[in-house]
């Protein structure tokens, strides 16, 4: 019954687009066409700048921790910084966009990899290594945070392969004849046509899953001393579970998908607020800004907790592949 009544219900973006007030529906209506048929490079571009500025900030104090023992430790930051450039330059230049932008985000990709690699081999390495596992994982370096600084490379290389803004409506008669079979397609177009639901629906359950584990070992860290701690676990395998699900249904990912996606960005938006207030919470408050965010709550971790949500909203609003 409820799957009958969740077939027949029209949750699709366009229908929800329809529901919104008349003052916000044509932006609205035109930002949904951008996102659909793959023509929001320059948006995009804008938004891996953000997002590598923050997840660099985050791994810069996280290595400061560790007093930057290793070399490579200065990788990702300078990494990070250099992915802003290029989401900048993504967004005046379309050549900077299918070169600098793309190099710099599998470069990136390839650093968060070899991160994970650091830090699966710092948890061996501590006492009693993996024979431990709970203790050294919760105790050692973060060991999914490597992965979750792949997040902005990662849409950095969907970016580059997107299509700029003011190219909306200049491919129609090319795009019709993919759709019916005349052209070759492969997964970038797919990418540049907007097409690339559930290949974002897989990138989610994984990013969500890595969130929430980080979210565990922090939060077991503090005892969950507050009860609002729980919430990043009871939104973690929601959202996992809602994208595998979005991967196999379309029905799905008109329905559970957005509403476990807003309920992770929600998330990470009171997570950030709890994190700043336990960092003025700490002795010295505001008359030690710098030291208490080093060694508060980590102040940006929340919002990449709320980037699963963002991709799984993004998601919700992708056409499926062709095939």
């Known amino acids: 019954m409820t799957s009958d009544f969740l077939y027949r219900l029209d949750t699709s973006p366009r229908a929800l687009v329809k529901l919104l007030p008349q ?3 044509p932006p609205a209506d035109v930002a949904l066409q951008h996102i659909q048929s793959g023509t ?6 804008l938004l891996v700048m953000g997002t590598s500025a923050v997840s660099g900030l985050e791994v810069a104090y996280e290595h400061y921790r560790g007093s930057y023992s290793n070399p490579i430790m200065y990788t990702p930051v300078i990494l ?12 005046f ?16 990709v390839v650093d968060g990899l070899i991160g994970f690699g650091f830090h699966i081999r710092g948890v061996q390495r501590k006492p009693g290594g993996w024979r431990l596992p709970i203790t050294n994982i919760v105790m050692g370096p973060p060991i999914f945070a490597p992965l979750l600084f792949g997040t902005s490379a990662y849409l950095g290389i969907l970016a580059s392969y997107l299509q700029r803004e003011e190219d909306f ?5 090319k795009l019709e004849s993919a759709g019916n079979g005349l052209h070759k397609t492969d997964w970038r177009e797919d990418i540049r046509t907007g097409r690339f639901q559930k290949h974002l629906c897989v990138v989610t359950a994984v990013g969500t899953l890595c969130s929430g584990g980080e979210a565990f070992y922090s939060h077991y860290k503090d005892n969950f001393k507050y009860r609002v701690q ?15 699900g979005a ?6 990912a008109n329905t559970l998908l957005p ?6 960005i929600l998330n990470g938006v009171a997570g950030t607020f709890y994190h700043v207030r336990g960092i003025l919470s700490r002795p010295g408050g505001k008359k030690k800004p710098l030291y208490n965010t080093l060694y508060g709550p980590p102040i940006f971790a929340p919002l990449l907790f709320s980037a699963a949500g963002m991709l799984g909203m993004l998601a919700y609003l992708m056409r499926r592949e062709r095939r």
């Open 247 to 252: 991967f196999a249904s379309e029905t799905c």
């Open 23 to 25: 003052v916000v529906r």
């Open 93 to 108: 230049s379309r050549r900077m966009a299918r070169t600098f932008l793309r190099y710099t985000s599998f470069l990136t």
């Open 259 to 264: 509403l476990a996606a807003g309920a992770a």
């Open 80 to 91: 990070s910084g250099v992915l802003s450039i290029a989401g900048a330059a993504a967004f």
């Open 40 to 45: 929001f490079q320059r948006s995009m571009s």
């Open 169 to 173: 409506g200049q491919q129609k008669i």
């Open 230 to 244: 729980w919430s990043p676990l009871i939104v973690t395998p929601l959202l996992a579970g809602a994208a595998l």
